[in-house]
């Protein structure tokens, strides 16, 4: 419960209000992290906020990417490099890349779900060989709001990335509309296939049926929750649903577990 002090190595302004901090311990080195996994991290003076691990950094450190939505995200995103801040974690489950070995893998990222999702990316573009076909699909409300664009040109040279943002500028020369889509373009074979979803919650419950529809099992379509969590260990039952602890039994979870839990309204 006691967090322990990180230094911001470098911040890094990105789109539409987040930012990308690379954090290091003071003292010893960060624990090992699997992708999916957060960490709870504190603003001093202002209060503590759950952060998906989005990568480790070269040097070493953890990379978080942070939208400004609150009190205490707004004084993380402004806190400036050589600053200290608390850290807790990595805490919950993670994506089973190991599940995905011989697979077709289909990763659909929605905004800023596309941040705890690219550990998995970055592995799978490492190691394709070991994976059958890769997709990504990606959904954004403007293309200004897209996150890590350059990683995405990148990562579109090794396996099939199809973006689609919700409203287009004049330059915008994609797709447009919902993120599902998409996923009739990147011909799901669904007895060999494992999806990895993240993003608001209304797009992941659409993504996991439409992956449904097209054959793919519930229990092979795999999300990863977001919910209030205050203590990430249990304690509090912030993060509670249904008789779930999302900081425990998730984040990441998939989707035969938790479908009747997210149609209860307000659960």
């Not at 691990?53 to 993380?76: D, F, K, N, P």
Request: hydrophobic share 40%; glycine share 14%.
């Amino acid at each position: 419960m006691i967090p322990a002090p990180y230094r911001v190595r470098s911040r890094r302004p990105d789109r539409a209000g987040t930012v990308t901090l690379v954090l290091e311990p003071v003292d010893g080195a960060c624990p090992p992290f699997r992708p999916g996994q957060f960490t709870m991290l504190y603003a001093p003076g202002v209060g503590e906020i759950p952060v998906s691990i989005s990568g480790r950094a070269r040097a070493g450190g953890y990379v978080q990417t942070i939208r400004a939505v609150g009190a205490v995200s707004r004084a993380l995103c402004h806190t400036p490099p050589g600053s200290l801040v608390g850290l807790r974690g990595p805490f919950g489950t993670h994506f089973d890349l190991a599940r995905a070995a011989g697979l077709d893998v289909v990763v659909a990222a929605g905004g800023l779900g596309l941040a705890p999702l690219r550990p998995v990316i970055r592995e799978l573009a490492a190691h394709g060989a070991r994976y059958g076909r890769i997709s990504l699909i990606v959904g954004a409300r403007t293309p200004d709001t897209l996150m890590y664009p350059r990683e995405l040109a990148r990562w579109g040279r090794r396996f099939d990335v199809r973006v689609t943002v919700d409203r287009p500028d004049r330059a915008w020369q994609g797709p447009t509309g919902l993120i599902t889509g998409l996923v009739g373009g990147i011909g799901v074979e669904p007895g060999r296939t494992l999806a990895f979803v993240c993003g608001p919650e209304v797009m992941m419950r659409a993504t996991a049926e439409e992956l449904l529809r097209r054959g793919v099992p519930a229990d092979r379509v795999v999300l990863s929750l977001e919910r209030n969590m205050k203590c990430g260990i249990g304690h509090c039952g912030h993060c509670q649903l249904g008789p779930l602890f999302t900081c425990l039994d998730g984040p990441v979870l998939s989707y035969d577990k938790v479908a009747a839990l997210l149609e209860v309204e307000q659960l």
